[in-house]
């Protein structure tokens, strides 16, 4: 198989015989107890499937060694008779929290392949399978990043030399000890320098470049780069934000820096841009989507009051696009009837639910789109 098919081409390609995918070969991990137990196991039908490196260079050194690198890789499935816009899903912690539950249920790959939506999964420069970079890079463990990330991900508390504590009606297996075992490696280190926000988005530009307009899909780090990737490239059609921790601002309109109740932490707005560059954000319908345990006042738990502050912005946000004509709204899922939704909501036990308000609101837009014959 060639390493990569647009849509156009993978349509004229597409043999007669296609491939006939399980939920079970989609999502990997899925125990077949689960998936029996599952309504919706039935097949997903794939027309092209595959993956491909993108953007990147080539360096080399006084000898003639040459070393390609700083590119992004992307894994992508392509379901038959598929809708026009694919779906780039860009993830702040590991692809996998695209590709399945860790439970066994469908992840949001599996689910949107159902609704007939190009799927692309992407790792980002100098991590997870686009690894190599051009400059050296270090990694050290951080003992302690358990219970950091349970608390930050909003699972409840976990104080060190204690044991885990969820919050009341959370959306998770909560006495499922491999679900946890799971999620909590389901993150790998990221490239998070001053430069990665425009780096990135360089290279998702060009990623669009070889598969056409999309709909980004993001999801808290990578939130700014969506917006700076819409700032880049006209070829993002449509952005869908699992809770942004950071925006872009007009000038002279970004909120002043909050400090967290929880640590004494300055939690920034994000950087201004020129009106011109802004209003780039006003063609093309967002929604920023915000779970369950976001306190209306200071909180002195830290994963809780950073997403309080973060949803200040996000209003700010809004109300800047929105007051320029564009198309932005949030959504809080409580106010939806949707609640113990953690930040990591595209795997909670009703992530179908959160799943059918994204779908709604591509096909209330107009990105749901299928010029394939039904």
Not at 42 to 70: M, R, W, Y
Not at 344 to 350: E, P, Q, S, W
Not at 352 to 372: G, Q
Request: overall charge neutral; glycine content about 8%; hydrophobic content about 40%.
């Amino acid at each position: 198989m060639q390493l990569h098919l647009n849509l156009r081409a993978a349509r004229e390609a597409a043999r007669p015989a296609l491939a006939i995918l399980a939920v079970a070969a989609v999502s990997g991990l899925a125990s077949q107890s689960a998936l029996a137990d599952d309504k919706k196991s039935e097949p997903i039908v794939i027309q092209d499937q595959g993956a491909f490196a993108f953007a990147g260079k080539t360096i080399s050194n006084n000898d003639g060694g040459t070393l390609h690198c700083d590119h992004g890789y992307a894994q992508y499935n392509i379901p038959v008779k598929p809708r026009d816009l694919p779906l780039v899903m860009w993830h702040s912690a590991s692809s996998i929290t695209w590709e399945h539950s860790p439970d066994g249920r469908d992840g949001f790959q599996q689910i949107f392949l159902r609704k007939k939506y190009p799927v692309y999964i992407i790792d980002l420069p100098r991590q997870g399978k686009a690894s190599w970079a051009c400059v050296p890079t270090a990694y050290e463990p951080e003992i302690g990043r358990d219970q950091a990330t349970f608390e930050g991900w909003r699972f409840g508390t976990w104080p060190l030399g204690g044991k885990p504590k969820f919050f009341d009606g959370v959306q998770a297996p909560t006495n499922d000890p491999q679900w946890l075992d799971q999620l909590l490696r389901a993150r790998y280190p990221e490239f998070e320098d001053a430069a990665a926000d425009q780096f990135e988005a360089d290279s998702v530009a060009d990623l669009l470049k070889k598969i056409g307009p999309s709909v980004l899909i993001t999801h808290s780090g990578s939130g700014v780069r969506g917006w700076v990737t819409a700032l880049t490239t006209p070829r993002v059609k449509g952005i869908v934000s699992f809770e942004p921790s950071v925006f872009r601002f007009p000038k002279g309109e970004a909120p002043k820096p909050i400090k967290s109740a929880a640590n004494g932490d300055v939690i920034p707005p994000g950087e201004e841009v020129s009106e011109k560059e802004f209003k780039k954000l006003t063609r093309i319908p967002i929604q920023i989507i915000v779970g369950d345990y976001v306190p209306n006042k200071p909180s002195e738990l830290a994963g809780p009051e950073r997403r309080r502050i973060t949803v200040v912005y996000a209003k700010a946000f809004i109300k800047a696009i929105n007051d320029r004509g564009g198309d932005a709204e949030l959504v809080e899922l409580p106010k939806k009837g949707l609640t113990g939704n953690t930040h990591l909501m595209m795997l909670d036990l009703n992530n179908d639910k959160v799943a059918e308000i994204v779908a709604d609101f591509l096909k209330k837009k107009n990105l749901d789109k299928r010029t394939s014959a039904d």
